[in-house]
């Protein structure tokens, strides 16, 4: 995969300070440096590449010209190409982020000597129940941090998926139990 320039990241920070420039006819090294901020070396590469002449024994490039080039590269495929692999690896991080976070969360290992988890055994933190059997459901758990919620979260899912009946009992309305 091709390199990006760096000033990428600011190409429409970049095309706003050259738009509000019109007292600049012409850009040399010293503002493209300053603009891009770029080294001297390679503010007079940039110039090479959008094609700066020669005047007054130095390269320049006019406004309009520098203006043209910056919004074709912002409507070319290179920069959609940087756009979308800025996205993904934004996403990749977030997705790291979350994976660390829940890597964090201590879960007890179950072995098959274990017995199965019941609802019995939640603590007292954990409240499921039905007032009436019209009325809504109520899932309460009481917690400390994150880390106790998704703790006791687990705990509750544990037991829910290994007593699916009693966990289906539990949280439909009596005439939906039996189906």
């Not at 509000?20 to 901020?37: K, S, Y």
């Not at 690896?89 to 790291?96: E, P, R």
Request: hydrophobic share 45%.
């Amino acid at each position: 995969m091709a390199r990006h320039p760096d000033w990428f990241e600011r190409l429409d920070a970049v095309i706003e300070v050259v738009r509000q420039a019109p007292l600049i006819d012409c850009f040399g090294r010293a503002e493209i440096q300053a603009v891009f901020t770029l080294s001297e070396r390679d503010s007079i590469r940039l110039l090479h590449k959008f094609g700066a002449a020669r005047r007054d024994d130095a390269l320049s490039l006019p406004r309009s010209a520098l203006l043209a080039q910056l919004e074709a590269i912002r409507a070319g495929t290179s920069y959609a190409g940087f756009l979308r692999r800025r996205r993904d690896v934004a996403g990749q991080l977030s997705a790291a982020r979350a994976e660390a976070g829940a890597r964090r969360i201590p879960v007890k290992p179950v072995s098959a000597e274990q017995p199965r988890p019941r609802f019995e055994d939640l603590p007292n933190s954990v409240r499921l129940e039905r007032p009436a059997a019209a009325a809504p459901g109520v899932f309460q758990v009481v917690y400390r941090d994150g880390a106790d919620l998704m703790r006791q979260i687990a705990d509750f899912l544990a037991a829910a998926g290994a007593n699916r009946d009693e966990f289906f009992a539990a949280t439909n309305p009596p005439d939906e139990a039996a189906r």
